[in-house]
């Protein structure tokens, strides 16, 4: 079977105290020995992830991660590491021994939870004979009625189609994607990909070219397309030759589908409010060696250069990577996010917005600084999304 990518799989968590049964939990419900267990304090270190199919849901990604509230040497790491997966985590599963003194614990996740709107299941294990809404995580047909009661909690829809808000089925979509000296060789980048099956999904005629052919491309189509999206590094070419049609870009579709379009498109407005010495912290969730990458490293730092006319310094923050404390940031600008779930993105607009410290991302800075910010959220006007 072909399995869904990670940013399409519902990311389910297993918290609790060290030797609580986390790591047997995982075990069982994967059907598989890929945690390691043992009753040493802290044999789990890193989170430890495995993708499977929870039937009848759909795709899923089950996360064990590292106990809380031992006295090993290493707990103060490990508890960084377990609390980053909350940013990423649709639904937490925490898990209590019976026998256990788990209240203070619990308590300080309920209220984790609560700052990132997750959802949750308290589990308390009993390792003897399992009763009164208590599960033996060790017994297959225990943990098969926890998946059916976890399944009942489980957004159906947290997979939005990119597509389907904005266009409807029969109409017509021209992508823009500039073949140059970035473009990967033999393939097209993830957000296009995603697009395009989007597109198929949803019955949407799509027609994909290059920016320097779009014009002539036009000229041959009978009818106007419905829309056109574009790469957003070409958005000041392509919006000179596209007046009369709504344009947008892969990354500001992303913004939307990850929701948190909203907040970026106030957050873009921080550029001309920076001062000398503010920093930004830009964010690509890349997680390998990506053929854009200057996008975030080189071309959007010298467009805030340019457009705050301020001494500005910048952090990158890479992948997963997402710093916990936001302080020290006066702009937080964000890449589309599509290798990552979008519950990620949503944590990560969360913690701006608590913090108040705006938040952007790509899209849309390449088209505020070609002076295009309205035409290029025209199509989410239009159907009333913003
Ligand atoms: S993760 Fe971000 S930078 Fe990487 S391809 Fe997706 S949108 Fe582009």
Redesign the pocket.
């Known amino acids: 079977m072909i399995k869904a990518t990670k940013s399409h799989r519902t990311h389910i968590t297993i918290f609790g105290k060290t030797n609580s049964g986390k790591s047997t939990l995982f075990n069982t419900f994967l059907n598989q020995d890929l945690a390691i267990v043992s009753p040493t304090k802290g044999t789990t270190t890193d989170p430890v992830r495995k993708s499977m199919e929870l039937l009848p849901f759909g795709p899923i990604l089950l996360t064990d991660t590292a106990g809380t509230m031992d006295d090993t040497k290493l707990s103060n790491d490990r508890i960084k590491k377990t609390l980053h997966e909350l940013q990423s985590t649709d639904f937490a599963i925490y898990i209590a021994d019976i026998n256990d003194d788990y209240e203070e614990d619990y308590k300080f996740f309920k209220s984790k939870f609560k700052e990132f709107k997750t959802p949750h299941m308290l589990v308390i294990n009993n390792y003897g004979e399992a009763k009164d809404g208590t599960f033996n995580v060790k017994d297959k047909t225990d943990v098969q009625r926890l998946k059916k009661d976890i399944i009942g909690r489980l957004n159906k829809n947290a997979n939005k189609s990119l597509l389907a808000p904005l266009l409807n089925p029969r109409s017509t979509v021209v992508l823009v994607i500039p073949i140059d000296s970035e473009a990967p060789v033999g393939r097209i980048?993830?957000?296009q990909v995603q697009i395009i099956r989007d597109a198929l999904d949803n019955s949407i005629s799509c027609l994909v070219c290059r920016d320097t052919e779009l014009e002539d491309t036009l000229s041959r189509l009978k009818a106007k397309p419905d829309l056109i999206i574009t790469d957003s590094q070409a958005f000041d070419y392509v919006s000179k030759i596209v007046k009369d049609i709504p344009l947008t870009s892969?990354?500001i579709i992303?913004a939307y589908n990850k929701s948190g379009l909203k907040e970026m498109v106030e957050g873009v407005k921080q550029i001309e409010r920076l001062n000398d010495g503010d920093k930004v912290l830009i964010s690509?969730?890349?997680s390998h060696n990506?053929s854009?990458e200057d996008?975030?490293m080189v071309k959007i730092p010298s467009i805030i250069d340019k457009l705050s006319k301020k001494n500005i310094q910048y952090t990158f923050a890479m992948g997963t990577d997402f710093p916990s404390n936001l302080d020290e940031y006066s702009l937080i600008v964000s890449?589309?996010?599509?290798?990552?779930n979008s519950k990620t993105i949503q944590s990560r607009v969360n913690m701006s917005t608590i913090n108040n410290i705006p938040i952007t991302n790509?899209g849309l800075i390449f088209s505020y600084s070609a002076g295009i910010l309205d035409k290029s959220l025209e199509i989410f006007y239009n159907n009333n999304l913003l």
């Open positions: 980048i993830l957000p892969f990354s992303f690509e969730t890349c990506h854009h996008i975030g890449c589309g996010g599509c290798m990552v790509y």
